[in-house]
Nanobody
Framework: QVHLVESGGGLVQAGGSLRLSCAIS?????MGWLRQALGKEREKIAC?????????ADSVKGRFTITISHDNAKKILYLQMDSLKPDDTAMYYC????????????????WGKGTLVNISS
């Protein structure tokens, strides 16, 4: 069974940085960060998988970096967010799937509860 717990959200001024963390237990193949702003659909912003290169949404490319570290049986998924903009304000979710590559919202079968990121102008 996969378990995901996010941390690291908060309120930051535009231009600032935040790092989100997600502790993941259980087997996963693809892992990623998705976000949902008020009134908008959930969207993939960064994805990583075993043997694959990270992929990013165009809106965050060059500003966000997804990385993963391993600590015994647990994985820690990070999202470093730099040059933050008010448009980045959203609930951020860590999600994973146990088969296949990709991080589309409908393809992920395990989700964390989310962490709120609020960027002030």
């Amino acid at each position: 069974q996969v378990h995901l717990v996010e941390s690291g959200g908060g309120l930051v001024q535009a231009g600032g940085s935040l790092r989100l963390s997600c502790a993941i237990s259980g087997y996963t193949y693809s892992m990623g960060w998705l976000r949902q702003a008020l009134g908008k659909e959930r969207e993939k912003i960064a994805c990583i998988g075993y043997g694959g290169f990270p992929s990013y949404a165009d809106s965050v490319k060059g500003r966000f970096t997804i990385t993963i570290s391993h600590d015994n049986a647990k994985k820690i998924l990070y999202l470093q967010m730099d040059s933050l903009k008010p448009d980045d304000t959203a609930m951020y979710y860590c999600a994973a799937r146990t088969t296949g590559w990709g991080c589309t919202p409908t393809g992920m079968d395990n989700w964390g509860k989310g962490t709120l990121v609020n960027i002030s102008s």
